[in-house]
């Protein structure tokens, strides 16, 4: 019994740290993005994943046309060119182990996983909705990014 009020307010104060986590995760995050190699973004200074995709590894590709160059994975360079200067509105959806966080990004209105599945950059998720595996399955049957892909051939 002498233990019960440590153990109520060790348990309060857990209750309130979940619901100030969760509070912080439900704010929507909007800034300028930076894309990074393996298609996550940074977004003001925190790590987002792109919520229902999985973005497979493809050799790095580089933009010639531009000064200075810039190389990096075919998705990752996708991404860029698609964000370009715009703000990144994104809704977060959890918080990964590692710290990243899952959200619905989005930029003027599109929805970023969307673009990469459309183009084939990206693999929808066994519980992505329903339009993500629509679109990767477009993507597949167009032969369009990693699905148009063969070893040894570079496009």
Request: with cysteine; glycine share 8%; net charge positive.
């Amino acid at each position: 019994m002498g233990n019960f009020p440590f153990l109520c307010a060790s348990a309060l104060s857990i209750l309130l740290s979940l619901s100030v986590a969760t509070k912080a995760l439900a704010a929507d995050i909007s800034s300028y993005a930076f894309v990074q190699d393996d298609g996550s973004l940074r977004v003001d200074g925190r790590a987002i994943r792109l919520f229902g995709i999985y973005i497979p590894q493809t050799a790095q590709s580089c933009r010639l046309f531009e000064r200075p160059v810039t190389c990096a994975p075919r998705a990752a360079l996708a991404l860029d060119f698609k964000i370009g200067a715009d703000f990144v509105h994104c809704e977060p959806m959890m918080k990964n182990v590692d710290g990243s966080i899952v959200a619905r990004c989005r930029v003027s209105g599109e929805d970023l996983s969307a673009y990469l599945l459309e183009r084939g950059w990206a693999l929808a998720l066994p519980d992505a909705p329903f339009e993500y595996t629509a679109l990767e399955k477009i993507a597949r049957h167009k032969g369009v990014g990693v699905w148009g892909l063969t070893l040894g051939k570079v496009r």
